[in-house]
């Protein structure tokens, strides 16, 4: 079973033997979001299903969203019940994967570990690491397996609620992560949400910091060492990772895990929210 990353090998590997599958694809940009059903439909690995960040991964009808920000968390049924119907269960081993240096896949395979799935995987290096190996590509839609059930489990990772983030704000058992590019921390710049600045007592490790160059994931040890440096002494078990939107702090939280560290929580919300709810206090510097 592959749980944080799977290389392309071992991918390959895996569709040569015809094992249980599914692989989803993640990609997506923020600043231009119908351009992921473009890029899905004119190449993706033979096989996968699109997982769009607005139509799958998110909801934007209220009575369903888990949380706020600018990309809700579906109720975990209404999760369950997307996978189903693409013929997916709980047998499979799931990769995820985008062509975007991994930093929105890691939406999908956050969420299958919150339904309780542990059997999912980042493509380190994306779909670029696929082609690289001449794995099989196809175009245009998927079509949907037989129906299945997907079926809930305990949550294998922690979503964390404004009001806990709030309640727990300055004190040592709670170690806030901001994963945004540093000026967008700094508040020197803010394209996205009505205020610049961030989460009062913040970290801010940007979550590019974590790949290489060719945008796979950085060895243990290095990722061991800049978080060790990032932490400077804090518990890493308090940790609480964010971003703008709840969807790049992924890759702070996996990168963690890589490194050897227990898994750690997410505040999906981000500063999405928090920036939204009157009242809260927001630091800039």
Known sequence: MYNLLITAQQLQALVQQDAKIAVLDGSF????????????????IAGAFQAHLDQHLSTHEASQAVNGGRHPLPQRERVAQWLGQLGIDNSMQIVVYDRNGSQYCGRAWW???????????????????????????ASGLATPGQARTFALRPPLRQLVLTETVLSQLGHPTQTIVDARAAARYRGEVEPLDP?????PGALNRPFADNFTPDGHFKPADVL????????????ASTV??????????????????????????????????????????????
């Open 29 to 44: 940009d923020l600043m231009n979001p119908q351009v992921a059903e473009d890029c899905f439909q004119a190449e993706h």
């Open 111 to 137: 969420m299958l570990k919150w339904l309780g799935h542990d059997a999912v995987a980042v493509l380190d290096g994306g779909l670029q690491a696929w082609k690289a190996l001449g794995g099989p590509l």
């Open 195 to 199: 205020i610049a600045g961030h989460i």
């Open 224 to 235: 061991k060492a800049e978080w060790e440096q990032v932490l400077a002494g804090r518990d």
């Open 240 to 285: 609480v990772h964010h971003c703008g939107s709840g969807v790049t702090a992924v890759p702070n939280l996996l990168a963690m895990e890589v490194a050897g560290y227990s898994p750690t929580a997410l505040y999906a919300g981000s500063w999405s929210e928090w920036s939204r709810t009157a009242g809260l206090p927001c630091a800039q510097g």
